[in-house]
DNA sequence: CGAATCTTTGAAAGACGTCAACATTGGTGG
DNA sequence: CCACCAATGTTGACGTCTTTCAAAGATTCG
């Protein structure tokens, strides 16, 4: 799917750009971000950061999709969330000074983009609109936050599965469009990652709700077919 | 404890300013920032704000502690921190401009003060070193959100509750103090909805703790004796 | 002092994880 | 293009952790 043809890309021209991070900036400042940055294709698989590191600069998905995880003390990944084209990563340990608290590692063959440190630092202090919506979004992400550590919390296994599958059927879509024949394509294992479960046990959700007609398997790829039936099985 | 001597306190002579998120304000904006707030004395089990609800300015935190939490779909309360003196709430919701996604309740005597929407966020915009404060402490605390998420997801309630009680003795405790006597003052449910668990298990887990002499109950407090102990416990 | 709330314990059921064995798939090199 | 290997997926059996329900005891606060 990517290939060198997306190199030439220039945010200036990205169809993502105004829902990313990168929407708030004027014409002059996405030009200069344009010539600051690079892009990349990664293959399956790449890490673009390891947990643990100091961030030298920020990450912005063209194509594919990416794994944001943790590793548990026994060496298990969580995943944290799984970005796609727009989204930005790797940005919030650059501003807290930390070390990256998470993993990030390529699903699929993917064209990323990447800003060095400076430059990106400096969009925030020069240009109040960036700061503005970085903040914004920040903040918001905090309170989606507060939501997810509530479900973990109190929700059961197959409740969180069957929110996660709503979450990766947005994931997996195009944005905008409401077709109901998403399909979703990791492993077993990652699946199990997200709901925070073991792999046998997300197995047997998958083929319980498989016999209530909620979803569908082609193979590794699951299919949402009935997505209201699922925001029922979450007690939503 | 809290009484009304301490309604007249000013920022420029608050022990916790340094602190606290208004640690980054000069001398004329701390003076400004008291001219706009007020203070209050509250009684246990007030609210401070409700989840679903506007934000109509921030609370900054003079004496006593806040539990802040979210109503799960069943109506039980999973409290995302404990906040104490010096801690400021309900700003996320402000900037990002969305209702409060958590309720803020005193769990004591508190008193706290006030600083209304628009003087918070003429901080933001005007005070360069008060907008990078803040911007650091909240990319910050998205870091620790992946740390509480991937232990909610991958630990036992034994191994949380014993994290749950190393994070209460730091809150608990005087800060700066290492004294070992710190006395935890929660009900049996509360602590029950930090780690996320029914009060039934998280009694007989106190019980179990008791045993193995981690820590000692004197009526309702909690001591913990042995934080290496409990460190071990929590597999950290 | 008494009602209300909070705490504790027991017993039983249920959810979930672990282990082991086996099936399937996808990718790689010959 | 095929064969093979490693990774991934699936199923069953079993044990354990955790929740739930019920009931009794202890505290606290008005």
Same mark, same amino acid.
């Given at each position: 799917m990517p290939n060198k043809k997306y190199l030439d890309v220039r945010c200036e021209d990205c169809q993502f750009r105004r829902n990313? $991070?990168?929407?708030? $900036?004027c014409t002059e400042e996405s030009t200069r971000v344009s010539d600051a940055k690079s892009c990349t294709v990664y293959k399956k698989g790449q890490v673009l950061f390891h947990e643990g590191t100091r961030p030298l600069g920020v990450f912005c998905i063209y194509g594919g999709k990416v794994k944001v995880y943790k590793l548990g003390s026994d060496g298990k990944e969580q995943i944290i969330r799984i970005a796609r084209e727009s989204d930005v990563l790797g940005y919030k340990a650059m501003i807290s000074e930390d070390e990256y608290p998470v993993t990030a590692e390529t699903l699929e063959d993917c064209t990323i983009c990447f800003l060095p440190k400076s430059d990106f630092l400096h969009l925030v202090t020069d240009s109040p609109s960036f700061n503005k919506r970085l903040l914004q979004s920040i903040c918001h992400e905090l309170g989606v936050m507060s939501n997810k550590l509530t479900n973990l919390a109190q929700k059961s296994v197959r409740e969180r599965f069957a929110m996660a599958l709503l979450m990766l059927k947005d994931t997996y879509g195009i944005d905008g469009e409401e077709s109901e024949e998403v399909e979703i394509n990791l492993t077993r294992e990652d699946l199990a990652n997200i709901v925070g479960t073991a792999t046998e046990t997300l197995i047997r959700l998958l083929h319980d709700f498989k016999e209530e007609d909620l979803i569908e398997t082609r193979g590794r790829k699951i299919v949402v077919k009935n997505p209201r039936g699922l925001a029922k099985a979450a007690r939503l």
């Open positions: 990313s $991070l990168f929407g708030a $900036l």
